[in-house]
T-cell receptor
Framework: DTAVSQTPKYLVTQMGNDKSIKCEQN?????MYWYKQDSKKFLKIMFS???????INETVPNRFSPKSPDKAHLNLHINSLELGDSAVYFC??????????FGQGTRLTVV | GIQVEQSPPDLILQEGANSTLRCNFS?????LQWFHQNPWGQLINLFY???GTKQNGRLSATTVATERYSLLYISSSQTTDSGVYFC???????????FGKGTKLTVNP
């Protein structure tokens, strides 16, 4: 019974396309996050939502739009994909400032 | 913003050896976590340790919040311990979990 699940696990797409990554958590947490892991393995926060409200937006291009339909779901939509968007994207959840749990990651490759 | 520094950046061990990984942070934190990213890319929670010492099998961790560091000990290392170990903190009052750059551990048979 996966605590934080994201789909798809792999995504290969062409430049200019629009794609979405979905995330769901069954831990009852109030806060959800999107992180990007670059080719050097550095993990950087992109967005954070608390109870469906955006609380952190880390100067991410506005081609990236998160959507939280309820506090158990946080989806990431990316418009007009660029080569530089290739990375692994992780969804995570926690209660406020306590232990965070991560999904298995989505490896996005833009060709 | 807060700086989270991990050392060493790379570590190569023979199976059975012990090791200590360090995480220093530049400001007060609400919590601290250690993660293991395995070769398949999964981020696995090892310890949630804002302060004190915890042990889980061959792994243990100690956080001294007043001195702004945490240590992860791996004893009798196994090849399955290979991967990248991350330290991450919530800076005081922040909703943002900030990661260090990780320690890449390779355990050879």
């Amino acid at each position: 019974d996966t605590a934080v699940s994201q789909t798809p696990k792999y995504l290969v797409t062409q430049m200019g396309n629009d794609k979405s990554i979905k995330c769901e958590q069954n831990l009852g947490h109030d806060t959800m996050y999107w992180y990007k892991q670059d080719s050097k393995k550095f993990l950087k926060i992109m967005f954070s939502y608390n109870n469906k409200e955006l609380i952190i937006n880390e100067t991410v291009p506005n081609r990236f739009s998160p959507k939280s339909p309820d506090k158990a779901h946080l989806n990431l939509h990316i418009n007009s994909l660029e080569l530089g968007d290739s990375a692994v994207y992780f969804c995570a959840s926690s209660q406020v400032r306590t232990e965070a749990f991560f999904g298995q990651g989505t490896r996005l490759t833009v060709v | 913003g807060i700086q989270v520094e991990q050392s060493p950046p790379d570590l190569i061990l023979q199976e059975g050896a012990n090791s200590t990984l360090r995480c220093n942070f530049s400001d007060s934190v609400n919590n601290l976590q250690w993660f293991h990213q395995n070769p398949w890319g999964q981020l696995i929670n090892l310890f949630y340790i804002p302060s004190g010492t915890k042990q889980n099998g061959r792994l243990s961790a100690t956080t001294v919040a007043t001195e702004r560091y945490s240590l992860l000990y791996i004893s009798s290392s196994q090849t399955t311990d290979s991967g990248v170990y991350f330290c991450a903190v919530f800076p005081g009052g922040s909703e943002k979990l900030v990661f260090g750059k990780g320690t890449k551990l390779t355990v050879n048979p």
